[in-house]
């Protein structure tokens, strides 16, 4: 067998010289980025302001009408009108329009649904849809208002993407939908984000704009009261910022899950979350809160479930029949999406197809610009359909009136045309209609009947005439058409009733989370290494605790379970910890580190109870210090409150209640300084004031005493001791004092 040549390429076309042209890459490069940015922006991601679509979602109504998809008819198959959106306007893949699609008939992803769907569209936990060759769909009444009139030359149409046919560039649309069924997308640079609102409310509010163009935003909104979103929920943005929003055309909104309590007798009850915010999956929702009820960060709730058949019914059981229903939905409204917050962007495309941020006022008003544009364009082309009529009607009433002749001129002439043009000054279109005519309209009745359609279709000729040139009656047949069609969204339905709730945020105080502990009394174990740990009931018999090997006691302190304990330590934090939390068991407990945030150098200065209203000195080695009102002391987090500030190689060294008018110092120098109470300030953080004076050495240890019961420190053995003669160390803040007294302890502190 020969083998068959190969057949060489053929060379490149060598370019014209004039088709050659230089540019620089950057340049050719923005220039290209922009158009594709443009693209994006007016072709798909925002929607267009006069009928609030975007092309594939206009694309797919027009589609389905073409398809003669009406309410009343029957539905086709999902597939079928892909196909058809893709083949001949879409051009995008079938799975984007389908996704379009689906969320046109989701009655919780949309407030008015614009395709009537038959099978799995999918639900509010997040199941995506059947296949589109297992559902079916048609237009609903709400998807035939907005296309209304579409085909009596109201809007301009342009060629599809093949050139092979046309589509509409925007809808006629008989109702606000940009803000009833609202919209979200991202394209280059810019996005969108609009809520959905309710129907009757925004006709309400265009009739009064209709009445009084210059209506403020503030007016508006007496007649919007704010989103309306499908799934519902309460929206509790303030007034103030609403209309802020509204006016500026952005802004956000604070939208809750709306729920109830259900008694279940014995002082328990249940809360029942009936719905939920918009765009939030309830799997997701119970999923996360499930998570953090395991992570104790909901500690007042002990349990979730779901009950939703049709409609949501989340129950949400609280650990106790005390807890106020209000506060425990306050913390899951903090940590959960059952609070979530809704944005507004109102970034659309205006009717020059140019992209703006809009707000309500000016929305409103494009839509009715648009709607006066469409009855304009409609009384045009029904003028010019009477004209042709009346044209055909007049040639008709010449045929009666000279019917013998007419007759004679159709059997005998050879070309009766020109002939009945020529004896009755016919026009062709009246000619060819007169010969065109069936014989049994000859009758009588049927003249009188040419005669009453001849007459009404002047009458309306007259009036479409007079309401071209009033721009008053233009508005009036406006506001009577967005009257008609508000009987189809009648706030009473259930299309048409409000469904999100507007009110302000409640104020609740935080739930008290200690009613959940069970009082009960314990022991707290600190060791001198920071190792802590909680025995039952008050342990008096405190050398019986053991400890680790080479550590020892360093705070024995009695408490209740309900009770806060507090830490100051050496780096000048307090740190509170709730004494239930604490490790308990056998053993030696937990390190403290893992507990709160401190460092491996600090240690525990000082550990005792929270009681509120007290007042500490707190000081460091350097001999700085103040008060310190104990209820500023008090922290939330694990990283604890700064405040003593600490010098550089200084660290916090006293912290006890200040009860008294006297202070008395005692430095590592041994030497003791004794003053008013009242040179000392009170502060809530700092460095302090000096409280005593040193060459090397620093401070020891310091407390305040009363006068009157005089002061005292604990000897080694346990035992109280009294001074005598304090008086001769009285002196000013900040002196260098005299040498301790004898007897003093030797490890320069007062003691308990």
Excluded at 53 to 77: D, E, S, T
Excluded at 86 to 108: E, K
Excluded at 185 to 201: F, K, L
Excluded at 406 to 424: G, Q
């Amino acid at each position: 067998m020969k083998r068959s040549k190969t057949k060489s390429a053929k060379p490149a076309k060598e370019p014209k010289p004039e088709e050659i042209f230089l540019e620089p890459f950057d340049e050719a490069l923005s220039q290209r980025y922009l158009a594709y940015a443009l693209s994006t922006i007016t072709a798909r991601a925002l929607p267009d302001v006069r009928d609030g679509l975007k092309p594939v979602h206009r694309r797919i109504l027009y589609a389905m009408r073409q398809m003669k998809l009406n309410p009343a008819g029957g539905f086709k198959k999902s597939a079928k009108v892909v196909g058809e959106v893709m083949g001949n306007f879409h051009p995008h893949g079938d799975q984007a329009i389908y996704d379009a699609m689906v969320r046109l008939v989701q009655d919780f992803s949309v407030r008015v649904p614009l395709i009537d769907g038959q099978g799995n569209f999918g639900n509010i936990d997040g199941d995506n849809a059947a296949a589109m060759r297992y559902t079916e769909s048609r237009l609903t009444q709400a998807a035939q208002l907005l296309l209304d009139g579409i085909d009596e030359d109201t809007v301009d149409f342009r060629e599809t993407y093949d050139g092979e046919g046309k589509e509409p560039v925007v809808l006629p649309a008989a109702f606000p939908n940009l803000l009833a069924n609202g919209a979200s997308g991202i394209a280059v640079g810019m996005a969108t984000s609009i809520p959905p609102h309710n129907v009757a409310e925004l006709i309400d509010a265009s009739l009064h704009l209709i009445k009084t163009p210059n209506a403020r935003t503030e007016t508006l909104l007496k007649y919007v009261k704010g989103p309306d979103f499908p799934t519902g929920g309460v929206c509790i943005e303030d007034a103030a910022s609403m209309e802020e929003a509204y006016a500026t055309g952005r802004g956000g909104f604070r939208v809750r899950a709306r729920w109830e309590t259900e008694d279940l007798g014995r002082g328990k009850f249940q809360i029942v979350v009936t719905e939920i915010p918009y765009q939030v999956q309830k799997s997701k929702l119970i999923e996360k809160i499930a998570e953090l009820m395991q992570a104790r960060k909901l500690p007042a709730l002990a349990d979730i479930r779901d009950e939703s058949a049709e409609d949501i019914r989340l129950i949400l059981e609280p650990k106790s029949g005390n807890i106020e229903p209000a506060a425990l939905m306050e913390t899951l409204f903090k940590a959960t999406d059952l609070e979530s917050r809704f944005s507004l962007n109102l970034n659309v495309l205006g009717a020059d197809g140019a992209p703006r941020v809009m707000g309500l006022r000016d929305v409103l008003q494009s839509y009715l610009d648009h709607r006066k544009e469409v009855l304009r364009r409609g009384a045009e082309f029904r003028l010019d359909k009477i004209a042709r009529r009346l044209e055909i009607l007049d040639g008709f009433l010449i045929a009666y009136l000279n019917l013998d002749e007419v007759i004679r001129i159709i059997r005998y002439e050879d070309d009766p045309k020109a002939e009945l043009m020529k004896t009755f000054k016919l026009t062709e279109t009246q000619a060819e209609a007169i010969l065109n005519m069936r014989l049994r309209s000859l009758r009588k009745l049927e003249e009188m009947e040419i005669k009453t359609e001849h007459a009404d279709l002047k009458k309306e000729q007259k009036e479409l005439k007079a309401l071209l040139k009033s721009d008053e009656k233009q508005w009036a047949k406006i506001a009577d058409q967005l009257k008609e069609v508000k009987k189809v969204f009648d706030p009473k339905s259930d299309l048409g009733r409000r469904r999100t709730e507007i009110t302000d945020a409640p104020e609740i105080d935080e739930i008290d989370l200690d009613i959940l502990v069970e009082k009960e009394p314990i022991t707290i174990v600190l060791s001198e290494k920071g190792w802590v740990r909680t025995m039952k009931g008050h342990v008096e018999d405190t050398k019986s605790i053991k400890y680790k090997e080479g550590d020892r006691e360093g705070f024995i302190v009695h408490a209740q379970t309900t009770d806060k304990l507090m830490l100051f330590v050496t780096n000048g934090k307090f740190y509170s910890l709730d004494t239930a939390n604490l490790p308990g068991g056998r053993g030696h407990g937990e390190p403290i580190r893992l507990l709160v945030d401190m460092g491996n150098d600090d240690a525990v200065v000082a550990a005792f109870l929270y009681e509120g209203g007290r007042k500490f000195l707190v000081a460091s080695s350097s001999g700085h210090g103040f008060i310190a009102p104990e209820d500023e002391c008090l922290s939330t987090t694990r990283k604890g409150k700064q405040v003593l500030n600490v010098a550089a190689g200084a660290e916090a060294a006293v912290c006890r209640p200040a009860e008294g008018d006297m202070v008395a110092v005692v430095g590592d120098n041994k030497k003791f300084l004794v003053f008013a109470a009242s040179e000392l300030p009170e502060m809530t953080r700092g460095k302090g004031v000096v409280l005593q004076k040193y060459q090397k050495d620093g401070l020891s240890d310091a407390k305040l005493f009363s006068k009157k019961e005089g002061l005292t420190w604990t000897d080694r053995s346990g035992r109280t001791q009294t001074v005598d003669d304090w008086k001769s160390y009285l002196g000013k803040r900040a002196q260098a004092g005299k040498i301790a007294p004898k007897g003093f302890p030797t490890s320069k502190k007062f003691g308990a």
